[in-house]
């Protein structure tokens, strides 16, 4: 593993009397690319500002490349910026934006222009540069604020929701397309985002974050597979979830019936949530010896989504629905169509067992 | 991890930022330009309160100066009359500016950009002339003199027809503004409900621009209480607030009593600025939310009545400016009516000469440099600068005081204060200099506010970037800001042109026989009864503030066509 570049340790941050930060510490490594996820108004953004000096923490500590950068000004740090307005300045042209952070007393002119068409080459806008911000298309100001922001080669990349502003298309080529050069450079990245698929797709490891503490750190693997809290759970793709009762041995009985459970080290008891993707969920021949967890329900709606089949389930005397994916080819074979009984089982290694929220 | 006892219950002290050198720099900058006001605002007015607490002799007497004051019948019924001026006016001039603005944002009528230039003409000219305009058409022996069915000019009536041209385009701006950010959508459901033109007036249209109408009572109000210009021309015996300011001062040498009469002044312009903030913020609520604009539809009728009343109050305005104009033209208007430039010969006359008008020009334009710099420097730092948050906080008091202060208050409170033997800054008395740092001050206000906007419409991030950058913001604010801020810095600069070319009230304290200038000149060749030379320097004043406007214009334009190119709004 490749050494700590950042290090946060124990940091909170308060508006007045408001928590916005409580307690975060992380760590991430030389070159890694890392998402803070979460809903809008949990604090991403707070903790990037904290990162980069632009506001700074009430306590706690940062510390970069093994200096304590705690209260330092942004002046006096090292990193690169990206905000979701991109914040070009509108009267320079895209040379001249992305030539900003080279030009000083010493800097020679034609080392500057050099190194701004090897930018611009970087981010596919070689014949871009004499333009001004405001000729350019949004996902082209994107690719000038990251070419500016690298410029001067930072140890640190931030990203402040770099792709909100784009449109759906634009915005999948670019994730790509950062992607690409962050590995290339190499360069340490933190990105904000409250787009679960674009922290998926784009990161090394996710922080989830939600009202202002950290609700899980791991791979986009480890998060989507064994979410840490019922909340990241719910808000990391789609999750059926389900109260009930432990009645001890892995048995949890619930307002529909029972379900067997076999995760390991099960420490839950009392009032439980337990939950399971609808891509876990087996979608069975029906047959009247039930079988383990077996449920059956009708079909009150089913979505065609290409090469599968998003199947709502309403059994009698659950809460709610069940969210059930299956193949096209599958559903087609079982005869699944609306206002018809379906049967499903929910394997009980798929399913992971939260506790009741208070 | 262990959690330490003293963690949970010490409370703890919040991290305190390194200041980076751009920090050091910019607070040294704030404070200065706070020391400014401090000194050519916050003092002055110090020194003005507690005149007004001591007897000429210097001894500490309490309210006494003021228990004299309301025990002068002559002096409290100036309040009266006051009030009396502020309440008409406002009445007559939001009614006209309303039904203007109507015409101009909801009909079609033929010729509007016309008469919107005419109606703004009242602003460059200072609010002596219209007084002067009054007594050569309706004076003992104006043209017009029958259309006041035996009244006399001189009171009330001159005073209010002054006051009425001098405040319409101040209303008028503000109600068209409020009228044009009225959403059109509104509009459109409206008629879809099948809402008559009457009820969609009085249940869109009035409401919609209910702060609009409030703000501009209370700045109509505000400058025709503390206007000193038309009352002091027109306004015979009828004594009001701001001229008794000025007799108790220039006639009587009674400062004390100049430094009471100010502070009541103050009262009325005080209450109506703060009510005028509270309703301005309800105002920038409406306005943030996404409005389609409102496309007047063709109705020949409509258009012809908005235009024949837009005829009618420019008729009103040209009337006045003509008459200025023919009585400085004319050998001796009435009478003789051979056209002759002898009232231009101001340096036969008693007021400064031509001189005054030269000093004028110079006053003026270093009050347009300095107090744009001063200005938009001091918004930029209070909107940009890291931490001293208390004394942002009183910079932004301290920078939005002065639309509070009437001009001649704040003009007594610096003889007050820069006439004190004992203050080293004494030196700065009867200079230009003074004339220069009293008018970046009265005008303080209004240029603060529109340097704030500009300001605060840019990316907030700017700063941002350009520290990460490493660049000193100093950089960032010559390369980036200023350009992107070059029409709000051209406002400013014109705004305080103008208003340096035309004020009285706060100058005519100040100016020494060396530093007269040509308002001053207007107030003091009426005094003398040399009132058509009076009006050929009040006409000066204007064509000077008029040109100034219209090279304000044409430049804008070309810096417009130069700019256009990043000034787009964005492809996205
Ligand atoms: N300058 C500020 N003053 C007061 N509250 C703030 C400030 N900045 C952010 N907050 C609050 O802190 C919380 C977190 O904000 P933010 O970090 O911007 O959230 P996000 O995760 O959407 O980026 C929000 O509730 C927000 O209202
Ligand atoms: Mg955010």
């Given at each position: 593993?490749?050494?700590?570049?950042?290090?946060?340790?124990?940091?909170?941050?308060?508006?007045g009397?408001?928590?916005?930060?409580?307690?975060?510490?992380?760590?991430?490594?030389?070159?890694?690319?890392?998402?803070?996820?979460?809903?809008?108004?949990?604090?991403?953004?707070?903790?990037?500002?904290?990162?980069?000096?632009?506001?700074?923490?009430?306590?706690?500590?940062?510390?970069?490349?093994?200096?304590?950068?705690?209260?330092?000004?942004?002046?006096?740090?090292?990193?690169g910026?990206?905000?979701?307005?991109?914040?070009?300045?509108?009267?320079?042209?895209?040379?001249?934006?992305?030539?900003?952070?080279?030009?000083?007393?010493?800097?020679?002119?034609?080392?500057?222009?050099?190194?701004?068409?090897?930018?611009?080459?970087?981010?596919?806008?070689?014949?871009?540069?004499?333009?001004?911000?405001?000729q350019?298309?949004?996902?082209?100001?994107?690719?000038?604020?990251?070419?500016?922001?690298l410029?001067?080669?930072?140890?640190?990349?931030?990203?402040?929701?770099?792709?909100?502003?784009?449109?759906?298309?634009?915005?999948?080529?670019?994730?790509?397309?950062?992607?690409?050069?962050?590995?290339?450079?190499?360069?340490?990245?933190?990105?904000?985002?409250?787009?679960?698929?674009?922290?998926?797709?784009?990161?090394?490891?996710?922080?989830?974050?939600?009202?202002?503490?950290?609700?899980?750190?791991?791979?986009?693997?480890?998060?989507?597979?064994?979410?840490?809290?019922?909340?990241?759970?719910?808000f990391?793709g789609t999750m059926n979830?389900?109260?009930?009762?432990?009645t001890?041995?892995?048995?949890?009985?619930?307002?529909?019936?029972?379900?067997?459970?076999?995760?390991?080290?099960?420490?839950?008891?009392?009032?439980?949530?337990?939950?399971?993707r609808?891509e876990?969920?087996?979608?069975?021949?029906?047959t009247?010896?039930?079988?383990?967890?077996?449920?059956?329900?009708?079909?009150?709606?089913?979505?065609?989504?290409?090469?599968?089949?998003?199947?709502?389930?309403?059994?009698?005397?659950?809460?709610?629905?069940?969210?059930?994916?299956?193949s096209?080819?599958?559903?087609?074979?079982?005869?699944?169509?609306?206002?018809?009984?379906?049967?499903?089982?929910?394997?009980?290694?798929?399913?992971?067992?939260?506790?009741?929220?208070? | 991890?262990?959690?330490?006892?003293?963690?949970?219950?010490?409370?703890?002290?919040?991290?305190?930022?390194?200041?980076?050198?751009?920090?050091?720099?910019?607070?040294?900058?704030?404070?200065?330009?706070?020391?400014?006001?401090?000194?050519?605002?916050?003092?002055?007015?110090?020194?003005?309160?507690?005149?007004?607490?001591?007897?000429?002799?210097?001894?500490?007497?309490?309210?006494?100066?003021?228990?004299?004051y309301?025990?002068?019948?002559?002096?409290?019924?100036?309040?009266?009359?006051?009030?009396?001026?502020g309440?008409?006016?406002?009445?007559?001039?939001?009614?006209?500016?309303?039904?203007?603005?109507?015409?101009?944002?909801?009909?079609?009528?033929p010729g509007?950009?016309?008469?919107?230039?005419?109606?703004?003409?009242?602003?460059?000219?200072?609010?002596?002339?219209?007084?002067?305009?009054?007594?050569?058409?309706?004076?003992?022996?104006?043209?017009?003199?029958?259309?006041?069915?035996?009244?006399?000019?001189?009171?009330?009536?001159?005073?209010?027809?002054s006051?009425?041209?001098?405040?319409?385009?101040?209303?008028?701006?503000?109600?068209?503004?409020?009228?044009?950010?009225a959403?059109?959508?509104?509009?459109?459901?409206?008629?879809?409900?099948?809402?008559?033109?009457?009820?969609?007036?009085?249940?869109?249209?009035?409401?919609?621009?209910?702060?609009?109408?409030?703000?501009?009572?209370?700045?109509?109000?505000?400058?025709?209480?503390?206007?000193?210009?038309?009352?002091?021309?027109?306004?015979?015996?009828?004594?009001?607030?701001?001229?008794?300011?000025?007799?108790?001062?220039?006639g009587?040498?009674?400062?004390?009593?100049?430094?009471?009469?100010?502070?009541?002044?103050?009262?009325?312009?005080?209450?109506?600025?703060?009510?005028?903030?509270?309703?301005?913020?309800?105002?920038?609520?409406?306005?943030?939310?996404?409005?389609?604009?409102?496309?007047?539809?063709?109705?020949?009728?409509?258009?012809m009545?908005?235009?024949?009343?837009?005829?009618?109050?420019?008729?009103?305005?040209?009337?006045?400016?003509?008459?200025?104009?023919?009585?400085?033209l004319?050998?001796?208007?009435?009478?003789?009516?051979s056209?002759s430039?002898?009232?231009?010969?101001?340096?036969?006359?008693?007021?400064g000469?031509?001189?005054?008008?030269?000093?004028?020009?110079?006053?003026a334009?270093?009050?347009?440099v300095?107090?744009?710099?001063?200005v938009?420097?001091?918004?930029?730092?209070?909107?940009?600068?890291?931490?001293?948050?208390?004394?942002?906080?009183?910079?932004?008091?301290?920078?939005?005081l002065p639309?509070?202060?009437?001009?001649?208050?704040?003009?007594?409170?610096?003889?007050?204060?820069?006439?004190?033997?004992?203050?080293?800054?004494?030196?700065?008395?009867?200079?230009?200099?003074?004339?220069?740092?009293s008018t970046?001050?009265?005008?303080?206000?209004?240029?603060?506010?529109?340097?704030?906007?500009?300001?605060?419409?840019?990316?907030?991030?700017?700063?941002?970037?350009?520290?990460?950058?490493?660049?000193?913001?100093y950089?960032?604010?010559?390369?980036?800001t200023?350009?992107?801020?070059?029409?709000?810095?051209?406002?400013?600069?014109?705004?305080?042109?103008?208003?340096?070319?035309?004020?009285?009230?706060?100058?005519?304290?100040?100016?020494?026989?060396?530093?007269?200038l040509?308002?001053?000149?207007?107030?003091?060749?009426d005094?003398?009864?040399?009132?058509?030379?009076?009006?050929?320097?009040?006409?000066?004043?204007?064509?000077?503030?008029?040109?100034?406007?219209?090279?304000?214009?044409?430049?804008?334009?070309?810096?417009?066509?130069?700019?256009?190119?990043?000034?787009?709004?964005?492809?996205?």
């Open positions: 593993m490749a050494s700590v570049f950042l290090k946060i340790d124990s940091l909170t941050k308060n508006f009397s408001f928590t916005a930060l409580r307690d975060i510490s992380l760590e991430v490594f030389e070159g890694e690319f890392v998402c803070f996820l979460g809903p809008s108004g949990c604090g991403k953004t707070t903790l990037l500002r904290a990162i980069a000096g632009l506001d700074i923490q009430t306590q706690g500590r940062v510390e970069q490349a093994g200096q304590d950068i705690s209260v330092l000004p942004p002046s006096e740090r090292d990193f910026i990206v905000f979701q307005s991109y914040a070009l300045f509108p009267n320079l042209s895209v040379n001249k934006n992305v030539a900003y952070g080279l030009e000083s007393r010493r800097s020679k002119r034609e080392e500057v222009d050099q190194r701004v068409s090897e930018l611009l080459a970087l981010v596919d806008l070689a014949d871009q540069g004499k333009k001004y911000p405001s350019l298309s949004g996902g082209q100001q994107q690719r000038v604020a990251l070419a500016r922001a410029a001067t080669s930072p140890g640190l990349l931030l990203l402040d929701e770099p792709l909100s502003a784009l449109d759906a298309k634009v915005r999948a080529h670019l994730r790509q397309e950062i992607k690409r050069l962050q590995k290339r450079l190499a360069v340490t990245t933190i990105m904000v985002t409250h787009d679960q698929e674009e922290a998926l797709t784009m990161a090394d490891r996710i922080v989830v974050m939600n009202h202002g503490v950290i609700e899980q750190i791991g791979t986009p693997e480890q998060i989507y597979a064994t979410p840490a809290s019922a909340f990241v759970a719910e990391i979830f389900v109260s009930a009762l432990a001890g041995s892995g048995t949890f009985t619930h307002a529909g019936g029972s379900l067997d459970v076999s995760a390991d080290g099960l420490k839950e008891s009392g009032q439980v949530r337990l939950a399971i609808p876990d969920i087996y979608l069975s021949q029906g009247d010896t039930p079988r383990l967890n077996q449920v059956v329900g009708e079909v009150t709606a089913a979505e065609y989504l290409g090469a599968f089949v998003r199947i709502s389930l309403a059994p009698e005397g659950w809460e709610s629905t069940l969210q059930v994916d299956a096209t080819d599958r559903a087609a074979a079982l005869g699944i169509k609306v206002g018809a009984p379906a049967y499903v089982e929910l394997p009980p290694e798929k399913i992971l067992v939260y506790p009741e929220a208070v | 991890m262990a959690v330490t006892p003293s963690s949970l219950s010490a409370p703890v002290r919040p991290l305190k930022p390194k200041a980076s050198a751009d920090d050091h720099v910019m607070r040294l900058f704030i404070l200065m330009i706070g020391l400014y006001l401090v000194i050519a605002l916050a003092l002055p007015l110090y020194a003005m309160f507690s005149k007004s607490v001591f007897d000429s002799e210097g001894a500490f007497v309490g309210l006494s100066n003021y228990l004299e309301f025990r002068t019948p002559a002096l409290v019924y100036s309040i009266q009359n006051s009030l009396f001026i309440v008409i006016t406002t009445v007559i001039t939001v009614s006209v500016a309303f039904v203007l603005a109507y015409g101009f944002t909801r009909s079609r009528m509007k950009p016309i008469f919107k230039t005419i109606t703004m003409i009242p602003i460059l000219m200072p609010s002596l002339l219209p007084g002067i305009a009054l007594i050569y058409l309706f004076g003992r022996q104006g043209v017009v003199k029958w259309m006041l069915f035996g009244h006399d000019v001189y009171g009330p009536i001159g005073i209010i027809i006051e009425v041209f001098f405040t319409l385009p101040h209303a008028l701006i503000i109600i068209v503004t409020a009228l044009s950010i959403d059109a959508r509104l509009y459109e459901a409206a008629t879809a409900l099948r809402a008559g033109p009457v009820r969609i007036f009085f249940t869109v249209t009035l409401p919609g621009v209910r702060y609009g109408l409030i703000s501009a009572a209370f700045v109509v109000f505000t400058l025709a209480v503390t206007d000193f210009g038309a009352p002091k021309v027109i306004g015979g015996s009828f004594n009001v607030l701001a001229t008794d300011i000025y007799k108790q001062v220039i009587q040498q009674n400062f004390q009593m100049g430094a009471v009469v100010s502070v009541v002044l103050l009262i009325p312009a005080a209450l109506a600025f703060f009510v005028d903030r509270l309703v301005q913020k309800k105002q920038v609520a409406l306005l943030s939310a996404r409005a389609v604009a409102l496309e007047p539809k063709p109705n020949k009728r409509f258009d009545i908005m235009m024949v009343y837009a005829i009618i109050v420019s008729i009103f305005i040209l009337g006045i400016l003509g008459m200025c104009q023919f009585a400085a004319f050998k001796f208007f009435p009478y003789n009516l056209f430039l002898k009232n231009y010969q101001f340096d036969l006359m008693d007021g000469g031509w001189d005054s008008y030269f000093n004028s020009i110079e006053m334009t270093y009050a347009a300095f107090g744009t710099i001063i938009f420097y001091g918004a930029y730092l209070v909107e940009k600068g890291k931490g001293l948050g208390v004394i942002r906080g009183a910079f932004q008091f301290l920078a939005m639309m509070a202060v009437p001009g001649l208050v704040l003009g007594l409170a610096y003889i007050f204060f820069f006439n004190a033997p004992s203050n080293p800054l004494n030196v700065l008395y009867h200079t230009m200099t003074i004339l220069v740092i970046i001050v009265h005008f303080y206000t209004v240029a603060h506010l529109t340097a704030s906007t500009a300001l605060k419409q840019m990316d907030a991030q700017f700063e941002s970037v350009a520290a990460s950058l490493k660049q000193p913001f950089r960032t604010f010559l390369r980036v200023v350009p992107v801020c070059t029409p709000a810095i051209l406002d400013i600069s014109i705004y305080l042109f103008v208003n340096a070319m035309t004020t009285v009230s706060a100058v005519v304290f100040l100016y020494s026989p060396h530093t007269t040509a308002s001053v000149a207007v107030l003091n060749m005094d003398a009864g040399d009132i058509a030379p009076a009006a050929a320097m009040g006409m000066m004043i204007f064509y000077t503030a008029a040109g100034v406007k219209i090279l304000h214009y044409l430049l804008s334009r070309g810096i417009e066509a130069r700019t256009q190119a990043w000034r787009i709004s964005s492809a996205n």
